[in-house]
């Protein structure tokens, strides 16, 4: 799946943003794990390493799956410290089978500080509920970077997002913390939904993190519950395009650059 992803997106596009059609090339991909089997973990790490290395497609790093409270966690992980594609760790963390508050264990946390003090970052995937929890992790581990994913999860098909709009600024006040524009697409209905279900959650991160800590991420082929890759470009470039192209650059290319350490 991702070579064949890595290669369809490195194709040229064109994206209808009102009566205009815009050109458009993914210039490079962060692979982000899918939330597999722990025991397939070393698997999916090797493979996406081989796949960054080949320079065949633009994929040209990796977050790979780790759970950072296991016991083995230190030994999986400082295998890749000197891996030049691998730029850090994910665990979903808004699985059913996950409790809550489960990230503010004290062997989740030594193991999110690990990732800090050898140079990693953690990405963040939880419930729109516990946002205040991820606030205390953040805390809890000063020598790590963040990014939240997903815009903290937010519902599009929930009328009342105020309670979200309040915890993800509680987060936001955290500078340690990036905010990935991605995932939401996934939770709107399928041929109901229009670009103002969406635009307030997302001028809302916009405002909050300010322009140089958001991030735009593709969540194909999740994103493909409500929309394919290429729409949800074009909805998000319609939600945005009254920003500077500064702005505009920073969210779609330079920050994510930036933040996970792309050559």
């Not at 929890?133 to 939240?148: E, N």
């Amino acid at each position: 799946m991702p070579k064949d992803y890595a290669q369809a997106t490195a194709k040229l596009c064109t994206f209808k943003v009102g009566d205009q059609a815009v050109p458009g090339r993914i210039v490079k991909t962060v692979y982000m794990e899918v939330d597999l089997d722990p025991r397939q973990q070393e698997q999916e790490a090797e493979y996406v390493i081989n796949l960054c290395k080949s320079g065949e497609t633009p994929m040209s790093a990796a977050v790979i799956s780790g759970r950072p409270a296991s016991d083995n966690f230190r030994k999986y992980i400082t295998a890749y410290k000197d891996n030049k594609y691998v730029k850090g760790v994910r665990q979903v963390l808004h699985g059913d089978g996950t409790p809550k508050g489960y990230c503010l264990d004290k062997n989740f946390i030594k193991g999110v500080q690990l990732l800090g003090e050898i140079g990693m970052r953690y990405d963040i995937c939880i419930r729109p509920g516990e946002l205040l929890d991820a606030a205390q992790l953040i805390d809890a581990c000063p020598g790590t970077r963040f990014i939240l994913d997903h815009c903290g999860n937010a519902n599009v098909q929930e009328k009342d997002h105020s309670k979200w709009k309040r915890d993800i600024a509680q987060v936001a006040k955290r500078q340690k913390v990036t905010c990935k524009v991605s995932g939401i697409i996934a939770s709107a209905k399928p041929g109901e939904w229009t670009e103002n279900d969406l635009a307030p959650i997302i001028k809302h991160v916009l405002d909050v993190f300010g322009p140089d800590r958001v991030m735009f991420g593709g969540d194909w082929p999740v994103c493909t519950l409500a929309a394919p890759l290429n729409v949800w470009i074009e909805t998000l470039y319609l939600i945005v395009r009254d920003r500077s192209e500064e702005h505009l650059r920073k969210l779609f290319h330079d920050n994510a650059v930036k933040f996970y350490g792309l050559s």
